[in-house]
């Protein structure tokens, strides 16, 4: 294999449609993003066309660093529902850049100006311990039951301890 095959970046997607309108503004698949953040001008639009997936057009804000010229992207979503686990908000953007990018790395912050209205699926209201409830004939004979039950009865004998 040669280096240029090695090289070569893996895409299981078509390429994202990038355009950089200014330093501030970005459009990505017709969605209009803010850039935040540019440390050491991390954003380049050919490695973010090679590796923008259609599913990070749900999140508000993301954050992509550039590392040995491989670029990494993370979503994060706005508000604090509690649907929203806590490593996916706003609010731990700092974090995630201190604790999992490798100090000193060029990253970028894009916030999404395209408002999204996200479907949360319906969930089945009936609960795991409700249980339909059956109809009764009432008016009706009660039906008898086919096969009898047989009754087992012990008895607990006393040993004889007198001696023969």
């Given at each position: 294999?040669?280096?240029?095959?090695?090289?070569?970046?893996?895409?299981?997607?078509?390429?994202?449609?990038?355009?950089?309108?200014?330093?501030?503004?970005?459009?990505?698949?017709?969605?209009?993003?803010?850039v935040v953040t540019n440390y050491r001008n991390a954003l380049d639009s050919e490695?973010?066309?090679l590796k923008f997936d259609?599913?990070?057009?749900?999140?508000?804000?993301?954050?992509?660093?550039?590392?040995?010229?491989?670029?990494?992207?993370?979503?994060?979503?706005?508000g604090t529902s509690n649907k929203?686990?806590?490593d996916k908000r706003v609010e731990t953007i700092e974090d995630y850049i201190y604790e999992y990018l490798n100090p000193g790395v060029a990253f970028f912050v894009l916030?999404?100006?395209?408002?999204?209205?996200i479907k949360v699926p319906a969930r089945n209201k009936k609960r795991h311990n409700e249980q339909p409830v059956k109809k009764t004939n009432l008016t009706g004979?009660?039906?008898?039951?086919t096969t009898?039950?047989?009754?087992?009865?012990?008895v607990i004998k006393k040993r004889d301890t007198s001696e023969s």
């Open positions: 294999m040669s280096n240029q095959e090695e090289n070569k970046v893996k895409v299981r997607h078509a390429p994202a449609d990038v355009v950089l309108v200014s330093p501030e503004f970005v459009v990505i698949n017709q969605l209009k993003y803010r490695l973010l066309k259609p599913f990070l057009d749900k999140y508000d804000y993301l954050v992509g660093d550039v590392s040995s010229d491989k670029l990494r992207l993370k979503g994060f979503f706005k929203i686990n806590l916030e999404s100006l395209t408002p999204k209205k004979k009660v039906a008898e039951k009898k039950r047989r009754r087992h009865s012990f």
